[in-house]
């Protein structure tokens, strides 16, 4: 497949197209996306679109593997337009339509059939045992859905969970039991750029999820940024949720905008064994993947020797890295450990985005891997960028790399707006793909988005060309006037321990105090009680010594305790109340 070449508007055969001039020096003509999988669905309509890998399951003794789906682009815009006439017929335009359908070729189908509809997905997820439904029950209530899409195979519980929130609004369509020849009933809605597309929910990580408003133009410009850094590409892997800002525009949106092939697999498949995502990359050929900074540790400690000599992953040349703040540490361990199934050391892109701008901000320039500097901790904690050399006293920090086409980066101080330079500041993004606000939130959309920018609320600075991301505003823990950021204080935690940590600071008097909640596995919690004594004054010392700061507690709680969003970061917000509410008492203070 050739590098990606600006496009013009189409014939009213395939729908009409839009021209943003703020992409980069030329204009840039930009398809909707449903005209997009019709155009290729008319053009090459036997490529295949979507593959989605069956679980593997033990029975009785045996190995058995589910049924591997494939929709080629023809079958994909066909079924993706009958799913449209049923809405059409169900829902009137734009109205809210809940997609409750499991990780499959359904979701991908359900959410074409929204945007073929003209109404406004909200994607979601079906109802699951291991999943709180608390989340799902919110955004039900916020968005008001007219209509539901799931599937019959989790019929019974999208039934209870609707029935939990006390919605009536209107029916439930079953994606797998729309018959094709609905797909003669559907027309192309009339439509606008500015008209909302979808409403993306935030994970929650800071507050309660909004509905950020996602419009046509919004999805069409991400799409293209990310083309314009990842192609020439034919496949690509994922495991991402695709009700996640990630899934949804890395592993639908952008891939089939650039008829690529995208081959998916279940978050649940890959939690469980993390070695089925790399035989999908080897497999398939995969030239494009993408994951949270979580996904590479899973990988490095649950992946065998015997399992990378299987694969074959030299044809990888994009590793997409975002979600969560990236580091060095992660990135270098996955390297080292796949080097021997051929991963090219340059191939991790780490990445920086938000819902809010349509995912992508920065990405790092393909081909060059993960590229880092070391700063004075100290000086960071005051707000000042001073690179040093690696020691005692630096962090070590990845860059999220330069701006995609058209977006605008700038850090500004958050009280009075001044650019910064060589400081810590609020990250400020403007761009096509920057969203216009939240649904139904005017007083949440005033605070966020202002004067044209998409105020972030995470802390960051730029540094030789590249945007380095240092932590969540809310989340900062301040001691003695001094900003610390917990992500580095949980690197240097599980620098030191096999925990996954988390780092808060709670009120005391007359500065916070510095709390460390550590998720244990098994290891630590059979070790004798003298020897997880010496580990916990050891995670102390190491502290004190790297960060000048006393742990007032560090409490140890079992693997999966700690609240997470749906895209698995880690609450701090919640687990600053639980904590403050006796959830997770310390041993008594001996003093």
């Known amino acids: 497949m050739s590098t990606e070449a600006p496009r013009t508007a189409h014939t009213p055969t395939t729908g009409t197209g839009f021209t943003l001039s703020t992409l980069g020096p030329e204009p840039v003509g930009l398809e909707y996306l449903a005209d997009t999988v019709r155009r290729l669905a008319a053009e090459r309509g036997d490529a295949p679109a979507v593959t989605v890998l069956g679980d593997h399951r033990v029975r009785g003794g045996a190995r058995r593997t589910d049924t591997v789906v494939t929709l080629t682009y023809r079958e994909l815009d066909e079924r993706a337009r009958a ?11 734009r109205a809210r339509v809940a997609v409750l359908c499991p990780h499959d070729e ?4 359900a959410f074409l059939g929204c945007l073929y509809a003209g109404v406004i997905a909200v994607p979601l997820y079906a109802p699951e045992l291991f999943r709180s439904q608390t989340r799902l029950r919110s955004v039900l209530r916020d968005s008001t859905p007219a ?12 039934r209870n969970a609707l029935s939990s929130t006390g919605w009536q609004q209107g029916p439930v369509l079953h994606v797998d039991e729309v018959p094709a020849h609905r797909a003669s009933k559907w027309r192309r809605p009339p439509a606008a750029p500015d008209d909302v597309a979808y409403l993306q929910y935030t994970s929650g990580s800071t507050g309660a999820p909004a509905g950020v408003r996602v419009t046509h133009a919004n999805l069409s410009a991400a799409a293209y940024q990310m083309r314009s850094r990842f192609m020439p590409a034919t496949t690509a892997v994922s495991w991402v949720p695709l009700f996640h800002d990630m899934g949804l525009v890395c592993a639908i949106a952008s891939p089939l905008s650039a008829g690529m092939h995208m081959v998916h697999l279940s978050p649940m498949g890959f939690l469980h064994r993390p070695y089925r995502w790399l035989r999908a990359l080897s497999d398939y050929r995969a030239d494009w993947t993408v994951t949270p900074n979580f996904g590479l540790t899973h990988c490095v400690r649950r992946v065998t ?26 990135v270098a361990a996955f390297v080292a450990a796949f080097a021997d199934a051929g991963l090219d050391p340059r191939s991790p892109v780490p990445c920086y985005g938000l819902a809010e701008a349509t995912l992508s901000v920065t990405m790092t320039p393909n081909g060059t891997g993960a590229v880092g500097a070391h700063f004075d901790r100290a000086a960071l904690t005051a707000g000042e960028v001073r690179p040093v050399p690696d020691g005692p006293d630096s962090v070590h920090l990845v860059s999220n790399g330069t701006p995609v086409p058209g977006v605008r980066v700038r850090i500004a101080d958050p009280a009075t707006g001044a650019e910064t330079t060589g400081r810590v500041g609020e990250i400020w993004v403007g761009g096509p793909n920057r969203t216009d606000g939240y649904w139904r939130a005017p007083e949440r959309t005033a605070r966020v988005y202002a004067d044209g920018w998409l105020r972030t609320g995470d802390w960051g600075f730029a540094h030789d060309g590249g945007l380095y991301v240092v932590g969540r505003m809310d989340d900062v823990i301040i001691v ?4 610390h950021y917990p992500e580095d204080i949980e690197a240097t935690v599980e620098s030191v321990a096999p925990v996954a940590a988390t780092a808060i600071g709670v009120e005391g008097d007359p500065t916070e105090r510095l709390i460390v909640l550590m998720e244990a596995d098994t290891a630590m919690t059979a070790l004798p009680e003298p020897d997880r004594d010496a580990l916990t004054e050891r995670i102390r010392q190491t502290v004190s010594r790297q960060h000048g700061l006393a742990v007032h507690a560090t409490v140890v709680v079992r693997r999966g305790t700690l609240p997470r969003t749906t895209s698995g970061k880690i609450q701090r917000g919640l687990c600053r109340q639980r904590y403050a509410a006796g959830a997770y008492a310390p041993p008594p203070d001996p003093t």
């Open 147 to 158: 209509c539901v899409l799931t599937t019959s195979q989790v019929r019974p519980a999208v």
């Open 106 to 109: 359904h979701y991908v189908v």
């Open 480 to 483: 003695r006037g001094r900003n």
């Open 83 to 93: 799913v449209a006439a049923e809405l059409q017929a169900a829902c009137p335009p």
């Open 305 to 330: 020797a015997e399992e990378v000599a299987s694969l074959d992953l030299s044809g990888l040349r994009a590793l997409a890295i975002g979600g969560e703040p990236v580091h060095a540490r992660s």
